[in-house]
């Protein structure tokens, strides 16, 4: 069983900066893609940004140039670095991984609040 386990978030001032780490355990087989999404109250849950085993990173536009997205493959953890932080951010953010030859083969964490004030 894939166990994702989340750190870092809380509360931080506009123009902050946070960390969160993702640390994936329990997979057999070689896990795809990891990333992060978020959901804001109200809202429906969107990606936020994702790196593919072949490192190829994605971005959501509201972020470019403001999150860092990283991956250690050889410990399964994903990182993403927030920085210029706006209160728009504010939501609760997750973990995924995608494991294709697994099933079921995405798993999500059990998210962790950003909270941005202005």
């Known amino acids: 069983q894939v166990q994702l386990v989340e750190s870092g978030g809380g509360l931080v001032q506009a123009g902050g900066s946070l960390r969160l780490s993702c640390a994936a355990s329990g997979s057999r087989f070689e896990i795809n893609r990891m990333g992060w999404y978020r959901q804001a109250l109200g809202k429906q849950r969107e990606l936020v940004a994702l790196v593919a085993s072949g490192e190829s990173i994605n971005y959501a536009d509201s972020v470019k140039g403001r999150f860092t997205i990283s991956r250690d493959n050889a410990k399964n953890t994903v990182d993403l670095q927030m920085d210029s932080l706006k209160p728009e951010d504010t939501a609760v953010y997750y973990c995924?991984?995608?494991?294709?030859?697994?099933?079921?083969?995405?798993?999500w964490g059990q998210g962790t609040q950003v909270t941005v004030s202005s």
């Open positions: 995924n991984v995608y494991i294709p030859d697994s099933f079921p083969y995405m798993y």
